[in-house]
């Protein structure tokens, strides 16, 4: 089999990127996704909050999906599911993607065009290496959503959730709601991981307390989970044994962060950025090796689909200019995280060209100006009431001067 | 009465499993008990799957002789039970001159042991064969015997044979009392109320063999439970260590390890801290602490962020430290304790040395001429994916279509693995990971749980509600639902 094009995940990102394709004249494409349909985390995703800036309507996550689903039916994108892409080899002017495939076996398929779509997994216990005992009982926030929303059963009735993500949160209300007694949200850092109206509309609006700067010391149970020890952090560590509470429950769900999916990226030879845990990109969205582009969660991890959506279509546009005969490149500069900045994306951009960045504080913080120059003159000034990790900040750069070495995205402090 | 046997084992795990092996050579009726809900459940899997050379313990001790025949006999059974087993060799590591003498010590302790091919190394040639270890180190004894092996694998390997050798296997049966017999020499009555009547019963009961041997009215020895954590790393750094490396060893342990596994990813561990309570399987963050100090001494370059799960593990250490194998005052009482490290290494040697008590205490072993030897492996593809080998894979799912679905990504598991290890019995969670390495990887069963819990229900017919991580108590999906539903 070919294509032109392979977009490996058919989440937001995926058919996003796909869709961006078609528009571009691109329409030999192949969308492959291991669910049994399309659509990605979304499916799980029941709540609403989704497509507000894309669509400007309220929309479920299954809504949101089901619009570019319909859309790529309509112009006849082929997607094949249950399917897993498990290598990608490089040949010249072309990749051999293996393929297995439920329906068909193993195949491979060539193509010109990569497109990594496979968004991200979530952290578990084992990454954070919380002691304790390990029984039933102890689940990632996603799974337990899927178990929920797609299998339609509780993870539990006395719940404890580790971790402030927006998964989390939302699953302490969908929790709430069936029934169940959410009895915490633990959160290790000084402040809350997900999104500000998360925390409103998910917590405080059915007092569920949220534990800042705690984290579990402690997970107790043989078969079934029956209590866990919470810690106060003090100086990084543990505080002593009389600040520790014990909270029984019957389940702990983990909230404790998303990491990129690029075992088949770094298969592929595609290098990873150290802090993303995704591709390292230029202003096109292509990774280190020519013909891999990559977008959605597996680059960087949004708060928002309706993010991925934006970037999804700038990916497909410049794959679909890579197909097309390519440009040629203009002098690539870098980009550079300076003070109380976490990462930049993308990591190196053309001078003379349009980019839209994306970057994330390291931390919180109030009344902060917002900076992006060059080694010459400052492009972006703005100010900035309140910071938020949480908060994945957007910024279009018209045209980076061509006389610029680097570009540097910085917060200082307003008195400065 | 049905439940009579020549020879009933009581416990599951390697040294159970190895002499249910061996004894079912024979013409005779054998059973085992296992109280939880498959074998291997106890000290076998939380084991750090060495296959020690034998240098470490002193010659007089029964650890010694068993540990070194022990190793030897590994190279056929793995050849007959197909299970993952591999002679990558071990390096102990010195640091000092002081840890140079000591090395001198067990080297000579190695060849009083019969430990063969030993070499004192130099600096320059141990770190051209294990490039990443602490360039500050001054010397090492090379073991080219020491192996790896997977315990569960082997432990299960063992079982699936014996099973098809005539072995009548009793899971979820705790054993309780134990009486002298009207029938047999001895009765074993279980927690839910079976009785079992043998001629000899073989207590290989891990780190409650005393409160087993009590209940027959032989205590004599208490089991000390040891507790070691291990903490597994990512596959992204599987190529740290190439072969087992030992510090020199304290006066409890073996010290702390780091350890290739057949399956690729390198565990470090494993602590060793005398505890009471025989259920206490925590991991504490003093113990991660101090592993990842000792091993970072050993391969600086270790991380912590590299973690991708934890365990931990009870070593049954006997009174007196060393093995405890023999009958008692009991008649057809036999013990097989305080099998603690090297319990592994030593357990097919175990398994003769307990056959040869049963001959010498009037055990009649005539050999089935129709034994059957070979038990067939699982075919995985996780290792054929890995080396690109897709020729290979090809046939997989020509054999069996079932090898394209993938049910675990991370370990790339299929569903025709899966499926294989539930037609083996095996049907819990923890098993079926244990057996096919689905939810050992990376995501940790993120992504595989609800796939395997659908395998299972179809094949067996559990319901869903029904199935469980390691047994009754540990189901996946909560009941009873919440109120009100």
Not at chain 1, 214 to 231: L, P, Y
Not at chain 2, 426 to 432: A, G, K, V, W
């Given at each position: 089999?070919?294509?032109?094009?392979?977009?490996?995940?058919?989440?937001?990102?995926?058919?996003?990127?796909?869709?961006?394709?078609k528009?571009?004249?691109?329409?030999?494409?192949?969308?492959?996704?291991?669910?049994?349909?399309?659509?990605?985390?979304?499916?799980?995703?029941?709540?609403?909050?989704?497509?507000?800036?894309?669509?400007?309507?309220?929309?479920?996550?299954?809504?949101?999906?089901?619009r570019d689903?319909?859309?790529?039916?309509?112009?006849?994108?082929?997607?094949?599911?249950?399917?897993?892409?498990?290598?990608?080899?490089?040949?010249?002017?072309?990749?051999?993607?293996?393929?297995?495939?439920?329906?068909?076996?193993?195949?491979?398929?060539?193509?010109?065009?990569?497109?990594?779509?496979?968004?991200?997994?979530?952290?578990?216990?084992?990454?954070?290496?919380?002691?304790?005992?390990?029984?039933?009982?102890?689940?990632?926030?996603?799974?337990?959503?899927?178990?929920?929303?797609?299998?339609g059963?509780?993870?539990?009735?006395?719940?404890?959730?580790?971790?402030?993500?927006?998964?989390?949160?939302?699953?302490?209300?969908?929790?709430?709601?069936?029934?169940?007694?959410?009895?915490?949200?633990?959160?290790?850092?000084?402040?809350?991981g997900?999104?500000?109206?998360?925390?409103?509309q998910?917590?405080?609006?059915f007092?569920?307390?949220?534990?800042?700067?705690?984290?579990?010391?402690?997970?107790?149970?043989?078969?079934?989970?029956?209590?866990?020890?919470?810690?106060?952090?003090?100086?990084?560590?543990?505080a002593?044994?009389?600040?520790?509470?014990?909270?029984?429950?019957?389940?702990?769900?983990?909230?404790?962060?998303?990491?990129?999916?690029?075992?088949?990226?770094?298969?592929?030879?595609?290098?990873?950025?150290?802090?993303?845990?995704?591709?390292?990109?230029?202003?096109?969205?292509?990774?280190?090796?020519?013909?891999?582009?990559?977008?959605?969660?597996?680059?960087?991890?949004?708060?928002?689909?309706?993010?991925?959506?934006?970037?999804?279509?700038?990916?497909?546009?410049?794959?679909?200019?890579?197909?097309?005969?390519?440009?040629?490149?203009?002098?690539?500069?870098?980009?550079?995280?300076?003070?109380?900045?976490?990462?930049?994306?993308?990591?190196?951009?053309?001078?003379?060209?349009?980019?839209?960045?994306?970057?994330?504080?390291?931390?919180?913080?109030?009344?902060?100006?917002?900076?992006?120059?060059?080694?010459?003159?400052?492009?972006?000034?703005?100010?900035?009431?309140?910071?938020?990790?949480?908060?994945?900040?957007?910024v279009?750069?018209p045209?980076?001067?061509?006389?610029?070495?680097?570009?540097?995205?910085?917060?200082?402090?307003?008195?400065? | 009465?049905?439940?009579?046997?020549?020879?009933?084992?009581?416990?599951?795990?390697?040294?159970?499993?190895?002499?249910?092996?061996?004894?079912?050579?024979?013409?005779?009726?054998?059973?085992?008990?296992?109280?939880?809900?498959?074998?291997?459940?106890?000290?076998?899997?939380?084991?750090?799957?060495?296959?020690?050379?034998?240098?470490?313990?002193?010659?007089?001790?029964?650890h010694?002789?068993?540990c070194?025949?022990?190793?030897?006999?590994?190279?056929?059974?793995?050849?007959?039970?197909?299970?993952?087993?591999?002679?990558?060799?071990?390096?102990?590591?010195?640091?000092?001159e002081e840890?140079?003498?000591?090395?001198?010590?067990?080297?000579?302790?190695?060849?009083?042991?019969?430990?063969?091919?030993?070499?004192?190394?130099?600096?320059?040639?141990?770190?051209?064969?294990?490039?990443?270890?602490?360039?500050?180190?001054?010397?090492?004894?090379?073991?080219?015997?020491?192996?790896?092996?997977?315990?569960?694998?082997?432990?299960?390997?063992?079982v699936?044979?014996a099973?098809?050798?005539g072995?009548?296997?009793?899971?979820?049966?705790?054993?309780?009392?134990?009486?002298?017999?009207?029938?047999?020499?001895?009765?074993?009555?279980?927690?839910?109320?079976?009785?079992?009547?043998?001629?000899?019963?073989?207590?290989?009961?891990?780190?409650?063999?005393?409160?087993?041997?009590?209940?027959?009215?032989?205590?004599?020895?208490?089991?000390?439970?040891?507790?070691?954590?291990?903490?597994?790393l990512?596959?992204?750094?599987?190529?740290?260590?190439?072969?087992?490396?030992?510090?020199?060893?304290?006066?409890?342990?073996?010290?702390?390890?780091?350890?290739?596994?057949?399956?690729?990813?390198?565990?470090?561990?494993?602590?060793?801290?005398?505890?009471?309570?025989?259920?206490?399987?925590?991991?504490?963050?003093?113990?991660?602490?101090?592993?990842?100090?000792?091993?970072?001494?050993?391969?600086?370059?270790?991380?912590?962020?590299?973690?991708?799960?934890?365990?931990?593990?009870?070593?049954?250490?006997a009174?007196?430290?060393?093995?405890?194998?023999?009958?008692?005052?009991?008649?057809?009482?036999?013990?097989?304790?305080?099998?603690?490290?090297?319990?592994?290494?030593?357990?097919?040697?175990?398994?003769e040395?307990?056959?040869?008590?049963?001959?010498?205490?009037?055990?009649?072993?005539?050999?089935?001429?129709?034994?059957?030897?070979?038990?067939?492996?699982?075919?995985?593809?996780?290792?054929?994916?890995?080396?690109?080998?897709?020729?290979?894979?090809?046939?997989?799912?020509?054999?069996?279509?079932?090898?394209?679905?993938?049910?675990c990504?991370?370990?790339?598991?299929?569903?025709?693995?899966?499926?294989?290890?539930?037609?083996?019995?095996?049907?819990?969670?923890?098993?079926?990971?244990?057996?096919?390495?689905?939810?050992?990887?990376?995501c940790?069963?993120?992504?595989?749980?609800?796939?395997?819990?659908?395998?299972?229900?179809?094949?067996?017919?559990?319901?869903?509600?029904?199935?469980?991580k390691?047994?009754?108590?540990?189901?996946?999906?909560?009941?009873?639902?919440?109120k009100?539903?």
């Open positions: 089999m070919n294509f032109e094009a392979l977009v490996i995940g058919a989440g937001p990102a995926g058919l996003g990127a796909a869709l961006s394709l528009e571009n004249n691109i329409n030999d494409i192949l969308i492959i996704d291991r669910e049994d349909s399309p659509g990605g985390i979304l499916m799980q995703c029941i709540h609403n909050g989704f497509g507000l800036h894309r669509f400007k309507e309220e929309l479920t996550g299954p809504e949101y999906a089901e689903i319909r859309l790529a039916r309509e112009k006849n994108i082929a997607i094949l599911t249950r399917a897993c892409v498990v290598d990608i080899i490089r040949g010249s002017g072309s990749f051999d993607i293996i393929l297995l495939s439920e329906e068909k076996g193993l195949i491979h398929v060539e193509v010109k065009v990569v497109i990594l779509a496979m968004g991200c997994r979530e952290r578990n216990r084992g990454n954070i290496a919380i002691p304790g005992s390990r029984p039933a009982g102890i689940l990632t926030a996603g799974f337990a959503q899927k178990m929920m929303n797609i299998f059963h509780p993870p539990g009735n006395e719940i404890v959730i580790l971790g402030s993500g927006d998964i989390g949160l939302i699953m302490a209300r969908r929790l709430t709601l069936e029934g169940a007694n959410v009895k915490a949200v633990i959160e290790a850092q000084p402040y809350a997900g999104l500000n109206r998360n925390i409103v998910c917590l405080h609006d007092e569920i307390p949220l534990y800042l700067s705690h984290t579990i010391s402690r997970i107790s149970g043989s078969m079934r989970v029956n209590s866990v020890e919470v810690a106060p952090i003090e100086g990084g560590a543990f002593g044994s009389q600040k520790r509470f014990a909270l029984t429950c019957d389940t702990l769900l983990l909230s404790v962060g998303l990491i990129p999916e690029n075992e088949l990226s770094l298969r592929a030879g595609v290098a990873l950025d150290p802090v993303t845990h995704g591709a390292i990109v230029d202003n096109d969205l292509m990774t280190s090796v020519p013909g891999i582009f990559a977008c959605g969660n597996a680059l960087q991890v949004h708060d928002l689909a309706d993010n991925v959506s934006e970037e999804a279509e700038c990916c497909g546009r410049s794959a679909a200019q890579y197909l097309a005969g390519g440009k040629a490149k203009a002098r690539e500069l870098p980009l550079k995280a300076g003070n109380l900045v976490r990462y930049v994306l993308p990591m190196r951009a053309e001078a003379g060209k349009e980019t839209t960045i994306s970057f994330r504080p390291i931390s919180p913080a109030q009344k902060v100006i917002l900076t992006v120059k060059t080694d010459k003159e400052e492009l972006i000034r703005k100010k900035e009431r309140k910071i938020f990790p949480s908060i994945m900040h957007r279009r750069i045209k980076i001067p061509e006389d610029a070495q680097f570009i540097e995205v910085s917060f200082a402090s307003e008195e400065k | 009465m049905n439940n009579e046997y020549d020879v009933l084992i009581i416990g599951g795990g390697v040294v159970g499993a190895g002499i249910a092996r061996e004894l079912s050579h024979y013409k005779i009726r054998l059973a085992l008990l296992e109280k939880e809900v498959d074998v291997s459940f106890g000290t076998s899997k939380s084991n750090s799957g060495i296959v020690h050379a034998g240098f470490h313990s002193p010659p007089n001790m029964l010694a002789r068993l070194v025949e022990g190793n030897r006999l590994y190279d056929r059974l793995c050849e007959e039970l197909e299970f993952p087993f591999e002679r990558r060799g071990s390096l102990m590591v010195a640091f000092s840890e140079i003498q000591i090395l001198q010590t067990y080297y000579e302790r190695g060849r009083k042991n019969n430990v063969p091919y030993m070499e004192l190394l130099s600096r320059e040639k141990i770190l051209e064969m294990e490039p990443n270890l602490n360039p500050d180190v001054l010397g090492a004894l090379y073991a080219p015997t020491t192996g790896i092996v997977c315990p569960y694998e082997f432990c299960y390997a063992l699936e044979d099973l098809q050798n072995l009548e296997l009793f899971t979820s049966e705790k054993a309780v009392k134990i009486r002298r017999g009207k029938t047999r020499a001895v009765e074993v009555e279980t927690e839910k109320g079976s009785c079992f009547s043998a001629s000899f019963v073989i207590n290989a009961s891990g780190v409650h063999a005393d409160e087993i041997a009590a209940a027959a009215g032989v205590a004599g020895f208490k089991i000390t439970p040891r507790k070691g954590e291990e903490y597994l990512d596959r992204r750094v599987a190529n740290l260590v190439r072969r087992v490396i030992y510090p020199v060893p304290t006066p409890t342990s073996k010290g702390l390890l780091i350890i290739p596994t057949v399956d690729g990813p390198v565990m470090v561990g494993p602590s060793a801290v005398d505890i009471e309570d025989k259920t206490d399987l925590n991991t504490t963050a003093d113990g991660l602490k101090a592993i990842f100090e000792h091993a970072q001494r050993m391969v600086p370059s270790i991380r912590t962020t590299d973690i991708i799960t934890s365990f931990a593990g009870l070593r049954p250490v009174t007196g430290n060393d093995f405890i194998i023999g009958p008692t005052k009991m008649k057809g009482f036999i013990n097989a304790a305080g099998i603690q490290s090297p319990g592994l290494t030593s357990s097919p040697a175990i398994a040395m307990v056959r040869d008590i049963l001959l010498k205490e009037g055990l009649k072993l005539e050999i089935k001429p129709d034994f059957i030897a070979r038990r067939k492996g699982i075919v995985h593809i996780r290792k054929a994916v890995e080396d690109r080998d897709y020729e290979k894979v090809e046939e997989a799912i020509r054999a069996n279509p079932d090898y394209s679905k993938l049910v990504r991370c370990e790339n598991v299929t569903e025709a693995e899966v499926a294989e290890a539930v037609k083996r019995g095996h049907t819990c969670m923890d098993s079926i990971k244990f057996m096919t390495r689905a939810g050992t990887g990376r940790q069963g993120g992504f595989c749980t609800s796939r395997i819990m659908k395998i299972i229900e179809r094949d067996t017919g559990t319901p869903l509600e029904k199935i469980t390691k047994g009754p108590g540990s189901e996946i999906l909560f009941l009873p639902l919440i009100g539903r």
